[in-house]
């Protein structure tokens, strides 16, 4: 395959208007893990409304709709930034699922939450296109592993605070006014988005360049070992934000409270632990480290510790499986820290969007998996033990795609006829 060596870095650090962008991705996607978790936070509820009638494999269902439209939409949403630019695509999107957010709990029946959560997932997918057009095409190499934690970080601190701060109001309140207030509520990012967000920065500057076309994308081997590596990372994350509340509730006994609070520190330990990740494997690449050594160690390290998640259920003890949790959560943060990094490095800022949308439309069926079959395995058991050994299988197998399948971290030339991969 053809690649193009990287200009030579110039070590700059990120600029104040950058780093205002920065923040504005940071906490939309905050606001979109918040708004796509809190029904798993919701679950040992739901099952109490007698119109509801939640049963387990209901329950997968459901948790795993979202993912139906996430995923499909994923690449529209990709050929959307790069024809057009990121700034209005987000803006849409993001009123989309906020909307959608706020009428989960004002409709009735299961068909209408399936629906509600089909809408969600439909506004959610321009997200991630977004990030990495505007990642690849302002931020250098040595300033992306920080970029890319610090949004990947607002994918667990959202869920922390959204466990946390859920698992306790709709204890109290009910969690049909906590939907209607996290919708209307979080709507109020999209004054700043129109704020803050400067026009050179908002990817139009590449949004006219053609670039390769998705069969083109989809015949590099570096694209596949991404898409395989990103759907078992994803597998381990949407497995934890879907069924890990009724798990501690329904297998570990314990309280609402208690569930809140150690959902809460297992995001937040995994959020910190990609921040300093990625701040560090910037620093060696600012230093001289190659972007293929520095990032591939921290794919291929984080899931081959993060296989460790079948001990949560293997182990006696509620002190010990929140260990367990707690590690594997770290290793996954150190993973997430750098798969980003290395797609957009590879695309480019002409195929970012694109590569982007097909990428995440790929690993997001992990979202339909993974909630699905944990649901009927609970079902047909009783128990989580199945469920768990399943997802370190997937994780050990996107180990694998990134150590034998991703060669160098560097761009590829998109202006010249790819070979066939080898």
């Given at each position: 395959m053809n690649t193009l060596s990287p200009p030579k870095a110039v070590h700059s650090p990120i600029s104040a208007g950058l780093w205002a962008i920065l923040i504005l991705m940071v906490v939309s996607v905050a606001i979109n893990y918040i708004d796509r978790t809190s029904?798993?936070?919701?679950?040992?509820?739901?099952g109490k409304e007698a119109d509801l009638d939640i049963t387990p494999a209901k329950m997968g269902v459901l948790l795993s709709a979202f993912f139906w439209t996430y995923a499909l939409l994923q690449i529209a949403s990709g050929w959307l930034v790069d024809r057009?630019?990121?700034?209005?695509?987000?803006?849409?999107g993001f009123f989309i699922w906020s909307a959608a957010t706020a009428a989960t709990g004002i409709v009735h029946g299961f068909a209408a939450l399936v629906v509600m959560r089909l809408l969600l997932g439909a506004g959610e997918s321009v997200a991630y296109p977004c990030y990495s057009k505007i990642i690849a095409a302002n931020f250098a190499e040595h300033q992306r592993g920080l970029a890319n934690s610090l949004i990947d970080a607002g994918t667990k601190f959202g869920p922390a605070l959204g466990v946390l701060a859920g698992g306790i109001l709709m204890e109290r309140y009910g969690w049909r006014n906590v939907f209607i207030i996290l919708g209307l509520g979080g709507m109020l990012w999209l004054l700043a988005w129109f704020k803050w967000m400067p026009a050179g920065h908002s990817g139009n500057e590449t949004a006219q360049v053609e670039g390769p076309g998705f069969a083109t994308i989809a015949a590099?081997?570096?694209?596949?070992?991404?898409?395989?590596?990103?759907?078992?990372?994803?597998y381990l994350w949407y497995f934890l934000i879907t069924w890990l509340p009724s798990y501690l509730v329904k297998e570990r006994g314990f309280s609402m409270s208690e569930m809140a609070y150690v959902g809460a520190l297992a995001f937040l330990v995994t959020g910190i632990a990609t921040i300093i990740t990625g701040a560090l494997a910037d620093?060696?690449?600012?230093?001289?480290?190659?972007?293929t050594r520095v990032r591939k160690f921290c794919v291929i390290t984080g899931l081959g510790l993060a296989t460790s998640i079948v001990t949560v259920t293997l182990v006696k003890g509620s002190a010990a499986s929140v260990g367990c949790l707690m590690f594997a959560c770290i290793s996954y943060g150190v993973f997430a820290s750098s798969h980003w990094a290395i797609a957009q490095t590879i695309a480019g800022p002409t195929a970012a969007g694109k590569w982007t949308g097909l990428q995440n439309c790929l690993a997001n069926f992990a979202g339909v998996a993974a909630p699905a079959f944990t649901g009927f395995a609970v079902e047909r058991t009783g128990h989580f033990f199945w469920a768990f050994a399943l997802c370190s299988a997937v994780v050990l197998m996107g180990a694998a795609a990134y150590a034998f399948w991703l060669g160098p971290v560097a761009p590829l030339d998109w202006s010249r006829k790819p070979n066939t991969p080898t």
């Open positions: 029904l798993s936070t919701a679950a040992p509820l739901l057009y630019g990121v700034r209005w695509v987000m803006a849409i590099q081997r570096p694209a596949w070992a991404t898409f395989i590596g990103h759907f078992s990372g994803n620093r060696a690449i600012a230093r001289g480290a190659t972007a």
